[in-house]
């Protein structure tokens, strides 16, 4: 069955949202305030780089199932029987999550809204947010809106993928009609509905991304004693694996997670927990291990360079992740500045986001430009192109002794070595032993 849906806001969320369920045959308007995006979007470009996502753009614009629009004219309009909102929720100041987007189009639909219509949450909301709003605004509409919690778990990447073959998805309200309703939406999608109550929901999204921080810094701290014990974390990760009730997944140790979702959610939850009067003691931890992680390169290779005056370090990777063009809490943004502080000259490779410029860093768009006399290079992120280097040529543009810190483990060490070069990544060998931070 097609359903008129709205998706308000052209984000990540909100346009892959969009796209797929034109796809799966719902007539579907995205909206954005911002008019470049849409004229953008009418015009099929994406203003995300997410694989597939502009032929899904063109495929619903061909069938006619999918519109883009600014509420230039007003929202009324605009309004279909479900309403998805999609737009930031961005880290505040003090750790919680900005909810002034969200408020800012509930509000707006509330006050011209003529119809009744089913609003889905899909923007990142902490815990007691849809109650708040269906008490202090929804009530308040000439319309009768009802509320549903449907978090999104989807990464930058595979976005597409993870839509099509989710391993769940979670509805949450206190209204049995609307949630029948949204689950209508998802009919032609194999997999397990879980429906429960609004909280519940929410809770569930900060809840996996708690816990999968959680693994990522809880490997982390592994590789630290690996380097310890001269253990190697590759090892160490694939044996605990292997145990099903641990699983072989997020168990990557490296300078730790970035992205828009892990850094401001954990950060909120612990916000939100305190604003309850709960100490939320690992999630504070977890955080902790996460910037510390982002010392290692700094650390290691002042030690292993007589210090850092001087030294040419080429940084490569500037997106928090490869196949995305995001930079947020890229952990390369965190490093360059620590670098320059310690007085090191910095090159900044990286495939995309041409628009990162770190004052005192330097650009360069080749990496084997970048790597001429450098002391010492560091992996941020895994771009192949990073890891598929000609370590051989690599080694004849460097300076005698240099470096390569793997900073995602993700380079083969042995070529590396092979190549006369000196290499360290995170709790993958021995030679660190006893010099963890
Ligand atoms: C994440 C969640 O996976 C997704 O469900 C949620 O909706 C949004 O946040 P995303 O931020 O796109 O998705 O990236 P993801 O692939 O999960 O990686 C997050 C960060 O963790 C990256 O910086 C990545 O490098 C890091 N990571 C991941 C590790 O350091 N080790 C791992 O083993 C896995």
Redesign the pocket.
Known sequence: MSTNVTVIGTGYVGLVTGVCLAHSGHSVTCVDVDKAKIEGLRKGVSPIFEPGIEDLIREGADSGRLTFATPADGWAPLIGDIVFVAVGTPQSDAGAADLSQVRAVVDALCDEADKDFVMVMKSTVPPGTGEALLRRHLSCAQADIAYVSNP??????HAIDDWFAPDRIVLGSADPKALDAVTALYDDIESEVVRTDTASAETIKYA??AF?ST??SF?NEIANVCDCVGADIDQVAHGIGMDKRIGP????A?I???????PKDTHALDFISMLHGYEFRLLKSVIEVNSRQRLLPVLRLSRMLGGLEDRVIVILGLT??PD?DDTREAPALEIVPLFLEEGAKVRMVDPMAPEVLIPGAERVEDVYDALAGADAVVLTTEWPQFTGLDWERVASLMSGSAVVFDG?NALDQKAVRAAGLRYVGVGRDGEHRGTVV
């Open positions: 999104e778990f989807l990464r930058e990447g996996s991304n999968l693994k990522i490997v997944d997020f168990l990557k490296g730790g997670y970035g992205g828009s979702c892990f928090f992740k995305t995602r």
